[in-house]
């Protein structure tokens, strides 16, 4: 009973220890990931297209996104700096959204 509490005690505190770093989103992971995937729809769309045209839907695409999603571009921005500094979190929610893309 005792060897049980003190691997509790180290699993609780491994699973804590890995959450304090952690500085939290302005836009959650899940919609986050729901966003990042819209992206990457949008950017696959504007793959044949060029120039001034490229940046006006570009422009356009990634508005709609935020609008549809009710997030600002600023909360997105936050968002991915704080994930650039964390390449493990941001890592998994590629992941999640390479399923989203599969399925």
């Known amino acids: 009973m005792k060897l049980f509490r003190v691997c509790l005690i180290l699993i609780l505190s491994m699973c804590f220890a890995c959450n304090v770093g952690q500085k939290r989103l302005p836009v959650p992971e899940k919609k986050l990931i729901e966003i990042l995937t819209d992206a990457h729809y949008a950017e696959a769309a504007l793959q044949e297209v060029y120039g001034n045209q490229k940046d006006s839907l ?46």
């Open 58 to 103: 570009k422009k356009i695409y990634y508005q709609e996104i935020f609008q549809l999603h009710q997030v600002s571009e600023e909360e997105m921005t936050k968002s991915m700096d704080i994930l650039r500094k964390d390449p493990v979190r941001l890592d998994k929610i590629y992941q999640a959204i390479l399923e989203n893309l599969k399925g």
